[in-house]
Structure formats: C-alpha cells, structure tokens
C-alpha cells in the first residue's frame, strides 16, 4: 500500500481512528443514524458561536463546489444581485457558478497577493443599490492568504445585504464568530479543518434568510431549503446520503473535542505554519503572500532563486520520503503550495523541511 501524508489542503491526512469508522456500512434510514446527523448538525452551531432558532445547519452530498453552488443558486432569487468579492479561483468559481445558473452578478477582483477591502466593497454597494448579496472566500487556498471578513461583514451588514462566506479551508482551524459578525451563509467542508474525508460539505444559514429562500432554488438535488427541510425533520437526508463520511465526520469531531476544539486546533495549525515558514526562509524560499495576510492553512512558497529544478522532480522526491505536496496555483509566479492541516505535527513539519534541503543540496 501506498503510504506518505498529505500537506494539502484538503482531503488531508486523517487519523486511523477517523478512517476505522468507515468500516461499518451503516443504514440510512435507521434513528441511530439519523441521530448521528442531528448531533453533527449540533456540534457544528456550536463550533460557529451560534444556536438554533437564529441559525440552522444543511448537510449537503458532494464537493465542496457543491456546497457553494447550492447556497448561490438557492438563496439569490431571479430579482437579486449578487456581489463577488474575488482574490483568488474559489472566488473566481462564484462567478463561473452565477454565469451557468444565470444569476445577476457583479465581480470585483483583487491581486491574488491582496485582500478585498470593506471600503471598496462598501462605495461598490453604494453605486449599485441592486446588490443585495455579496460573498467572498476566507481563506483563498489558491494562494493562502486570509481575508478580512470581520472589515467586510461591518460594511455588508452596515448596508443591510446578505453575507455569504465560503470557509472551506478556514472553518474548524480558525475561530470564526459567525453570529456576531452576521454572517448569513457559511459554507465548509468535511474534508478540511475538522478532519474527515471527502463527500459532504454543510453549510450554517442564519434561518430567517434560509426560509425566505423556499421556492427560490435553480436546482433540484442543490436546493438547500428542500435539503433542509427534510433533514431537519428528523436527521434523514433527503437523498442518498454518503454514510461512511458521516460516521467518519462523528468521528472526527469527537477528536477535535479531544484535542481542545477550535482554539487548540488553531494553535497546533498556526505553530506548524510558523515553523514551516521560518524554516522554509532558512533555505531561501519565501511565502507568495506578505505576512500580515498570511493564513495559517496553507503557503504558497516562490522557488529559490537560481533554481533548476521541476516541481515534478521535487513532488516525487518528496513523496518518495512520505509526503505529498501540492503544485502552485497562482498565475503570475512559480510557485508550490505547502498545507500545514491534518494530522499533521512538528516532527512532519521539520521532516519535510529536511526533505527538500536534501533535495536542494542534491540540485
Ligand atoms: C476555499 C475553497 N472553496 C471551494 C473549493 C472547491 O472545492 P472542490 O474542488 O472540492 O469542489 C475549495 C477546494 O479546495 C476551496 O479551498
């Protein structure tokens, strides 16, 4: 078998424990299975800050571009607009994702290497009364950056407009108060921060606003209301519902309550991004990204100078030593991306740090 740990951002390195779970092919009608739905659905309001009747969780099948997709094409009706604050292809697939459901949208862009301002976002909204809804990423994985939410929300709210949060790679490895920041939609992933593997994502809906988006929804098996409503009912999803990453998920919450919830988790992913960038720089390479905005998930790292090697080559010598990497994504520069999330400790930090010294010294 196959054996290295991931530094990506998702599927991640999980624990034996949380992959033991999915031996058990569970059925999905049965109570305790739904039990297992409406205790996860549970933790999650609790991980946001948040409570019922105010917010209210969706679970929903599929990838993480699911989860998005059904938030946008749910929740922004034929009258609407929305606001795109992109710096980064997550934001960027919003826009991909209102032009096929034919939403109303508008884009504004950032650099990659800068953060969307409230205060631009703010004269947006001014000139354009039609947005009611703006949605942005938290933290871009394309580049790693993190974005200023709390500056973005004051504005949002300020002007009374729906706020959508795509938090995938944040949600679970950074405290977010959604609540007091009147966060409407925040979409994550089971995939990310809190440990599990790839199948759902879930979204927390600040409930009035998901009630107001009945009857609104482009598409049948994306419609977070139906989704909601049914599962809401008594933990059974409304259509087939992938059990193994359920039980798996249970799982993996548990663990993050064990390990301290989201402060200790937090703690561990920002002293292994520290690490890795200070002893990244020992070797010449440095993060794409300014410290003030670095995020603690996942680094873009520019090659050394003078470099003569192909990210192919180091990805396989890496792997051959036990760790995958991920290849760049940003457009303007030749880079690699590093993930400090997962199970994944100190020594895996200072492991692979000594990995591509080796691997530098042998160029
Ligand atoms: C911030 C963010 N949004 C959306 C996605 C889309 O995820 P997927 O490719 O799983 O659909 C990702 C994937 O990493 C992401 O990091």
Known sequence: M??????????????DTVKKEMLFDHCTWDDDYKKI???????LLKLAHVSEPEYTVVLMQGSETFGVESVLTSVIGK?????????????????????????????????????PSGEKIGEILKEHPEITHVSMVHSETTSGILNDIASVAKVVKAAGKTFIVDAMSSFGGVDIPVGELGIDFI???????????PGFSFI????????????????????LYDQWETMNKDGKWRFTSPTHVVLAFA????????????????KRYEENNRLLIQNMAQMGIYPYIGSE???PIITTFLYPEHHNFSFQEMYQYIKDRGYAIYPGKVTDADTFRIGNIGEIYKEDIEKLCSIIKEFLEEK
């Open 293 to 295: 905005h670095q995020g």
């Open 79 to 115: 009258e609407d607009t929305l606001l795109i604050a992109a710096n980064g292809a997550y934001g960027e697939r919003m826009g991909d994702i209102a032009e096929h459901a034919g939403i109303s949208y508008l884009m504004y862009k950032e650099e990659y290497d800068q953060i």
């Open 187 to 197: 979409i994550s992933s089971a995939n990310k921060c809190i440990q599990g593997v």
């Open 37 to 43: 739905t409406l205790s996860i659905r549970e933790k």
């Open 251 to 266: 799982q993996a919450l548990k663990e993050m309550e064990e390990e301290g919830g989201i402060p200790a988790r937090a």
């Open 2 to 15: 196959p054996n290295y740990k991931l530094l990506t951002p998702g599927p991640l390195t999980t624990t």
């Open 204 to 223: 927390i809906c600040n409930r009035e606003k998901l009630m107001e988006s009945k009857g609104k929804a482009r598409s049948l098996s994306l419609d």
